[in-house]
């Protein structure tokens, strides 16, 4: 590591210690800051998050890990903004053993082409990791998306080492419990759509109509980060929605039990 | 006249007549006139000298396009003025050493083709060398041994025009290959195929071509109750001259065969051939593409796993949530080609170009029932029902992209059932209804006897949360109160 000392320093000590923390040396990674990368990150669309993560961004290259609780929570609106700036090019990302049918409609209306997604319907883990293994190796792919169950550690260093190699992201879908193996990923998330309980308060946060996503970075190229973002990850078009059937369903409280829906929609509709 | 004789050596250094063919389809590359001798390809170069940098710059060129053909330092080159000379010279080549370009006097009679019948007698009139036989008077030796040893003598020293056969490239490549073995394990086919495909790369070259499908036969022992031949046909998505890939997709269909008896021969034939797109490469290092293109992928995927599995997204003519899309198996082909449409959008292909045919057609055949007031802003019957009036109007585009961006991104098809706690439908927890009901009801003006059961959709959609989950789009099945059943159709993930 090359270090630059001033040649006659009257207080060398002092100096040195002025110097290092003043000098932008970008192979010096200090422990109580995000790692700075030579390459800016992928915009995640989310002011939020950005400002959390190394390079401001997702990794360019490489894995990263999402954990949830329950499959299909959360990723689309979390990785939405940065998977269609990726398939602005015309390349196509890969969804390698979705757990549910992607919506084609829905994505097309967050500005997700449908016609850009490659999805392999892929049963066992050796399959999911190799589709995902030559999906990274292909030049007509952008990003690719894998959903796994289990996996050890080796395949999936592999994995990011392919993806460095081909300098392409890959996003790791796993559950929740593998937040306690050991990855070689370098970014890994925690998501989540229940209201922590300690004294973050949902309510306060996003006046408690749209559910944000929590989302808790357990490992990072930084000092660890305790505090959870709420994330708002819903379209706008369903924001809009929910804030305005809140106001309404303060009007009708007893809404609540769906044998009594069907005689609100009736009341309702006789209203016109 | 400027000949070069052409001929790929063994490891033992012993002369390969075999890829004699494939060397002269190379050749083609560097002259129109090649022809094939005995045992190697012979080719004139002399109107081809110039373009190509003289002879050195012409053999390099015939080296570098041979390489994966030929390994290095075992493809034999001989030039002459003539073809017996060249082909002369070529036969007294050592390996590791340089053709000695002796004149036509003196080389030896055993490498002349038309004096191999009369080597004994020519041996006992004293001749060893060509211009021995020369010196003879020439209507004795016409009397006793035929003419064509003289004529094959006069074509040599240039007295008489040459007759070749020039070699013309076939329509259809089929080669075969005695294996050295049997066979007896689909794996094992491999390293032959492997060099039954570097002639096929030769023949595309030649024809400047790539090939879209080849079949691959391989004969077997005769064996009781076994048909004596099997088959392999691989059909490619883009004309390739990629051979590495043919072999790879090749590996994976060959991994999957049972062969009941030992392989003795295997032969390889061209089905299909399209012209090659050049292309344009960068001077740019950057901007070279590194990796496979998506058509490789897509067809080593399939391969695998199975067309059935790899899957891409197309647009349905239906506003009944499963049908608005199908996922349907990514043939290669369509990659250059658009997919085709559903009918319906054609028929309104004036409105189906800012949006999918999904959209579109939606009001066609929906028919929606009155909305109830105040359902919310922009949601739910009233969004569809402006679409249904114009689908022309842009306005109502607009309202169909709304409308769309309220659906949900993940689809559980088929739709699971919910269990029910105390009249709410739960899953993780129970559910909280947030918007809706949003009524859907399909099928409306088909006729009946066009209706199967699973088109009659009669829903009340709503989005709910559930502490866990976050927010999903549940629906209701409107039956009578005793069947009723809430389904959850989909995620806001």
Redesign the interface.
Known sequence: MPLLVPPAAPRRGLRLAMSLSCLALPSVWRAHELARSDAAGLDTGHPALNAVLPGAGWPQAGLSELLQ??P??????LLGPALSRLGASNR?TVLVAA????????????SLA??N??????ISAA?RL??AE??L?????ACVLLWLEQAQSAPLRRLHLAAQE?AKPLFVLRPERAQHESSPAPLRLLLS???PPDGQDAQRVHSGVV?P?WVRVLKRRGPPLEARLPLLT?????Q???T???V??RRRRH?????E?VHA?DR??S?? | MLWIALQAWSEDAQPVPELSQALAWQALALTPRVALARDAALMEVSASLRLFGGLRGLLLRLHSGTHDLVQPGRLHAAPGPTSPVALGRLRLAQPWKAVVRLPASDLPLAVLDAAGPHLDALGRLGCRVWGDVRRLPRDGLARRLGAALLDALDEAWGDRAESQHWLQLPDVFEDRLELPFGVEHSTGLLFALQRLLQRLKAWLLARSQGVLGVRLVWQMDARRGVDREGELLLRLGEPTQDMAHIARLAAEHLARVQLPAPVQWLSLHSLETAALDGQSRSLLPDEQRRGESLGQLVERLGARLGPARVLRWQAQASHVPERMQQWRAWSARELTRDAPTPTLSQRQKGSSQAVGPSQTVKPSRARVPPSPPGGGQGWGPAAVAGVGATALNPSCVQTSKAFDALLPTWLLQPPLRLSMRADRPCYEGPLALLVGPQRLEASGWAPVAQTAAEDFVMRDYFIARSPQAGLLWIYRERLPASQAAWFLHGIFA
């Open positions: 609780p329950y299909g929570c959360g990723e689309w609106g196509v757990p549910y049918v992607p919506f084609g409609p829905a994505l097309a209306a967050v449908p016609s997604l490659l999805r392999v319907q892929a399959e190799w589709v030559q999906a190796r292909c030049a007509d792919v081909h759509w229940q209201d559910p996503l819903v379209s706008t078009g369903l809009a929605l929910l305005a059937s809140r309404q369903a809404l609540a039990a769906p044998l829906l929609v309702t509709a209203l016109v």
